[in-house]
């Protein structure tokens, strides 16, 4: 897989969401990297109220996920320490 670029703009938002969410980052990061949906879920995976958060809560969810599973497939790949 090669190197994933990252638009500076986009980069912007990421943050962000990041420094707005934290915990809903890191709850998807964690769910796409492991693999593993743990705490309370809705049916579907999403975290308990998922579907009732702000457009901003949700959006750091799927950023944090993105994250992870681009960590986890460079993982797989081979490359990790690389960048």
């Not at 962000?16 to 990297?33: I, K, N, S, T």
């Not at 799927?62 to 990790?80: I, T």
Request: net charge negative; proline share 5%.
């Amino acid at each position: 897989m090669s190197e994933i670029a990252i638009l500076p703009h986009a980069a912007a938002e990421i943050g962000r969401l990041r420094a707005a969410w934290p915990d809903e980052f890191r709850d998807g990061a964690r769910c796409a990297f492991l693999e593993k949906y743990e705490g309370e879920r809705e049916l579907d995976g999403y975290p308990k109220g998922f579907h009732g958060w702000p457009q901003d809560r949700r959006n750091a969810w799927f950023a944090g996920f993105n994250r992870g599973l681009c960590d986890r497939q460079s993982m797989e790949a081979g490359n990790v320490g690389t960048a």
